[in-house]
């Protein structure tokens, strides 16, 4: 069957009207909850796991989609009616959103990123459809050294990508690593760090650090230094989207979308580089470049677009190779382990249908998207105005059920509290908590590749270079470890010898 | 994004760098601890464990001189996070008790009526004063949750003093 019947089937499947009813509850709640101040996409998606463990596979993953776009979505909005940004993403539409929406366009803004978000997510799920199942097919010749490799890679660029130093990515990434060897080893079968206590000997289960370090700790950290007086709020007035927001909004959709897509793809952190890109681009292309940082609307339309469509890029390799690149790709890698399935090549043969369904309803969830938004924006308003008391402990009371429902194990609430704290202290000293979540995820099937790989080599290390894909992968990755090195002496070299050239010095240190 | 918030919090910075040093030499240690079976011709499970302790060693003590030398990263931004205010231990405390407590009743308890305090107990100490919002919203929204889930979901929680009532 070509990839047009499969999808055709997937959307007969999806059209059912309970899976529309399941798609339609996560892109509500989805939206919602990434609405209220202080929760991310990751964190969204995280809190809501439980909310599908009722659910049959199919169902709970078409839920997950409009979950995940959902959250993605209810992001922007926050950071538009607020003057903060709520995660990385969206720095960049905080930037410009929330100056339109003090200047009484917050509606535009709100529009622009709507129908972006929508354009975006369409064009890159159609991408996400032609291109996955090609590198699916790919990725099935792929060995274990060549896992193995991709998996560095993505190590090496999450702690370096996420947050702004390096040595604290590293830091989250090797405090992920140690929690994931937690439990009994899969292939040997001995005890690691267990402690003695039996609960541990399964592993710390991902739902819990996830819900952990981003909610709990985030409710910590909001605890420790709550804005007194609430932040200000714009109000939604002022015109809709003038035919001339339009003409200036339609080229930044597009080309953030073809920024976004790729870089999604990439193991390079989701969509934290191409929304900066997106927004110099634009800042450059504009005929307004006077009124970026004052408001425009193409610094929130193209940032906006990238952002959505790195979301459906980033799904590209976590669905055929099982490898998050974002730390919301490595909470929904969590979610699939629930249900005993393994993203990879395999799961496109396997557990066909249930991917079918799922990239039906990532289209369906997009059109959901933009029916409700533009209407319930009065809405989402209200949402921010809930009393953060009553937020933050509806946020710690929902973490504890994730957590509490797992095995009703007193245990479990103790870790999760315990990671909360490791995670109040990761944002006090600004290490990111990405890295740490995908280590956590990502650390125990590295493992268990390469040992794989060198099992098959008996023992000879030299297998994990010997095909041209590894070779090439780890090649990448000595660059991106080399780089800085070699830039940090040139830069020293030349301030010996010649002191005049300071602005070039500048240049190489800010590389 | 903005040079304001940058804090000098001080060298404390240098505990939890120095704890990554200690945890990787917990795992080295403990490495050796653990078995391989027989037969195990590949690397077996101790490799791992030692990897991850060596470079944990390695970045908390690159850590550690990072920040002795003046490094700094900026702690995280949030939407409700007053980036001028300096750390209320106070209420991070009585936040802990909470927790705490939440963990050694919530079996005794049941879920509903731990939840509850857990609510009141985070509500409270995050700021809420109005008695009659908080009685209100602490009973109504875990009851709502613990509807949703064990009646509409399905979900199973353990509801220990209540079982028979509800």
Redesign the interface.
Known sequence: MGSLDLLMQGFADALTPTYLLYAFIGVLVGTAVGVLPGIGPAMTVALLLPVTYSLDATGAFIMFAGIYYGGMYGGSTTSILLNTPGESTSIITALEGNKMAKAGRGAAALATAAIGSFVAGTIATVALTLVAPQVADLAVKLGPEDYFALMVLAFLTVSTVLGSSVVRGLASLCLGLTLGLVGLDVLSGQARLTFGVPQLSDGIDVVVVAVGLFAVGEALWVASRLRRTPPSLVTVDGHWMSRDDFRRSWKPWLRGTALGFPFGTLPAGGGEVPTFLSYAAEKRLSKHPEEFGKGAIEGVAGPEAANNASAAGVLVPLLTLGLPTSATAAVLLAAFQQYGLQPGPALFDEDSELVWALLASLYLGNVMLLALNLPLVGLWVKLLRIPRPFLYAGIVMFAALGSYTLSQSAVDLTLLFLIGALGFMMRRYGWPVGPAVIGLILGPIAEQQLRRALAISQGDVSTLWSTPFAAIVLGICAVIVLTPLVLRVVATRRRGHDTTTDDRDDVLEKR | ?SQTTTHH?GRS?VV??AG?VV??IY?LL??RG????AG??????R???YV?GG??VV??L??VV?VLRG?????????????Q?????R??GV?AAV??G???L??PLG?LLA?IG???G???????RSWR?LVL??LL??FA?YLL?TRA??????NGLLASVI
């Open positions: 994004m919090q910075e939890p760098a990554l945890l990787g795992l403990s490495a653990i078995s391989v079976p195990e011709h590949s690397i077996g499970p490799f791992f464990p991850v470079v944990l970045v908390g690159w850590l990072a490094d700094r990263a900026e702690a995280e931004a949030g939407e409700d996070v007053d980036d205010a300096s750390t209320d231990w209420t991070l936040i927790l705490v939440y963990v050694v919530v079996q879920y939840t857990l609510f009141a985070m509500a409270w100490s995050l700021g809420a919002s919203v602490s929204a875990p949750t889930f979901l399905g979900i199973y929680l353990p």
